[in-house]
């Protein structure tokens, strides 16, 4: 029996997490919206605080910091639609 005689069957099973899956899916999505929120939160408060100071010329680098927590924000809430196009999860 030589090597070309040998049938090999390889059984995949396309890996499903179930609702556990989903559980964390939307524990992370939730925890991402409140770091973002008090993210702009926090933001608004260095904003008003520099206002009140009379320091206006540090806007730059606070609007940076809001468009980093902006784009976290988008990256991180459209990772579930993404995942669950995708279809499910096989490895």
Excluded: Y
């Amino acid at each position: 029996m030589g090597f070309t005689d040998m049938q090999f069957t390889l059984a995949v099973e396309p890996f499903d997490p179930g609702s556990d899956g989903t559980f964390l899916l939307n524990t992370l999505m939730w925890c991402v919206t409140a770091a973002g929120i008090a993210g702009i939160i926090i933001i608004g408060t260095l904003m008003a605080l520099q206002l009140h100071r009379g320091e206006i010329g540090e806007k730059a680098q606070l609007m940076r910091g809001l468009f980093f927590v902006l784009l976290a924000c988008v990256v991180a809430t459209s990772a579930g639609p993404i995942i669950s196009f995708l279809g499910p999860f096989t490895l």
